[in-house]
């Protein structure tokens, strides 16, 4: 957890010069609250760390993709790593060059392929022969040629959450290993694409270094019969997955894990060779809060319940992957501390945010759920019809809401009932 952006003065929780409560007040709850300074301590890790290298960071939008914080990474002149063309739109009106965008995901559209490729992305990191034929037709109908890279399954186990790792053979991710050099040989054959990279992306949340250095070994193998089969590899994109401390783990730093992997890379003779980082969660995690406001405490025989205005629809990660969050009173109090599973509004049992919580709360009380600024607000929804929460950026003293809360009228005014 980021202990200088979101730490306590005088017993109230801040985000860098602002007050928690403060925010709250001013803007309601639930609220994501995300801190600008911390957002830049993280990508500048990695933005130095590749400094002098040929190594460049293309954050992932998927995990926080609101404009605010899209246009504090492309102001330090950061790439992006998109799965929609929707993302697309969000990163060319955040201020992000195309240029210096990667396309990954599994099931591109036509259409998506087409908007990408008039606006011009650095690559697209391509996942199966289908998908080749289809962006290469796609390429060839609007007269251009498509830089791309295949995302190669290098089959090792990053040892985290089974929901989150993607690098293993039993996943929809990638084109298998095996099948990889004679996938090449195919995509080197079609006019309308050009050859680029090698990319893959082996899980998320991931705590170690090793599963990425055993990758990289695998990936690296592959690059020299691709190169001896007469195709040139520019770059080496190893994906994001970096992992970060939501309770007791230990992830590695990321300018080490960065120095590392190109140290390995250099050492494998590649060195001449690009090299990429998608990192998502890494550098927006810890830089995001979600304000939640205690609506009751329910005491009972087996389970006290402290029913929070946040809920599964705000956080999906709890309910979707038994995911820990760190939940605190945003004011220190003197009143008994009880255990408490922290749940939402929410009809369904799968609707908690905490369980089993130490906390010295009553009702009415400000709680701060802890590394949300990542696959937070991004992962939200209107279950139940809640309007998704609003976002604020502190920035030093100064807090700006970067997107409104949603009403209700807005949630279904697109829905029309049948004639009489
Ligand atoms: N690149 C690709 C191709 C990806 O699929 C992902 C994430 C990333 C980069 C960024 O990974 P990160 O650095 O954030 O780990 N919703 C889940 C996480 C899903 C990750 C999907 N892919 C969660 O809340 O834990």
Same mark, same amino acid.
């Given at each position: ?88 739109a ?27 490729l ?18 290469n ?26 929901y ?6 039993a ?24 050859v ?10 991931i ?10 070994d695998?990936?690296?193998e ?44 250099d ?19 810890n830089? +995001?809060?979600? *304000?939640? @406001?205690?609506?009751? =405490? ?7 319940? &402290? $029913?929070?205005? !946040? ?35 929410v009809?369904?049992? +799968?609707?908690? *945010?905490? @369980?089993?919580?130490? =906390? ?7 709680? &701060? $759920?802890?590394s !949300? ?30 997107r ?15 004639p009489?």
């Open positions: 957890m980021n202990q200088t952006t979101f730490a306590f003065v005088d017993g109230v929780l801040h985000a860098e010069g602002v007050s928690t409560v403060s925010l709250a007040r001013q803007f309601g709850t639930p609220l994501y609250v995300y801190s600008r300074a911390a957002l830049t301590q993280a990508y500048e890790a990695y933005a130095n760390a590749c400094a002098g290298r040929r190594a460049s960071v293309h954050v992932a939008v998927k995990a926080n993709s609101n404009l605010a914080v899209l246009n504090v990474f492309a102001r330090l002149g950061a790439g992006f790593d998109i799965v929609s063309s929707g993302e697309l969000r990163v060319l009106t955040a201020g992000g060059k195309a240029e210096n965008v990667v396309f990954s995901g599994v099931g591109k559209s036509a259409e998506e392929m087409r908007e990408a008039a606006a011009g992305v650095k690559c697209f990191n391509v996942e199966s022969i289908p998908e080749l034929d289809r962006l037709a796609v390429a060839a109908s609007m007269g251009k040629t498509a830089p791309v890279s295949l995302r190669v399954n290098p089959d090792v186990d990053p040892k985290t959450h089974p989150i790792s993607t690098g293993l053979k996943n929809k991710f990638g084109v298998a290993f095996d099948d990889a050099r004679a996938t090449y040989r195919a995509a080197a054959a079609m006019p309308n694409l050009h680029v990279g090698i990319d893959c992306h082996i899980g998320s949340q705590t170690e270094i090793a599963p990425y250095l055993d990758a990289v695998r990936l690296l592959l690059v020299e019969q691709i190169e001896a089969d007469g195709t040139k590899i520019h770059h080496v994109d190893v994906g994001g997955g970096l992992g970060i401390q939501y309770d007791t783990e230990t992830p590695p730093d990321i300018g080490e894990f960065v120095k590392t992997l190109l140290d390995h890379i050492a494998r003779g590649h060195g001449h060779r690009a090299v990429f980082f998608e990192p998502g969660r890494s550098v927006t995690g830089a +995001g809060i979600l *304000l939640t @406001r205690v609506e009751f =405490l329910k005491p009972g025989e087996e389970k006290n319940f &402290a $029913i929070v205005d !946040a809920a599964m629809n705000d956080l999906a990660r709890p309910a979707m992957y038994q995911a820990f969050h760190a939940i605190e009173p945003a004011v220190k109090r003197d009143v008994s501390a009880h255990v408490y599973d922290v749940v939402g509004p009809c369904e049992s +799968g609707d908690w *945010l905490g @369980r089993d919580r130490q =906390l010295a709360i009553e009702a009415g009380d400000l709680l &701060a $759920i802890r !949300a600024g990542a696959y937070g607000f991004v992962m939200s929804s209107n279950y139940n019809t809640r309007p998704r929460a609003a976002e604020v950026m502190v920035d030093g003293s100064h807090a700006q809401i970067v409104e809360r949603e009403n209700v009228k807005e949630l279904f005014a697109g829905e029309t009932v049948l009489k």
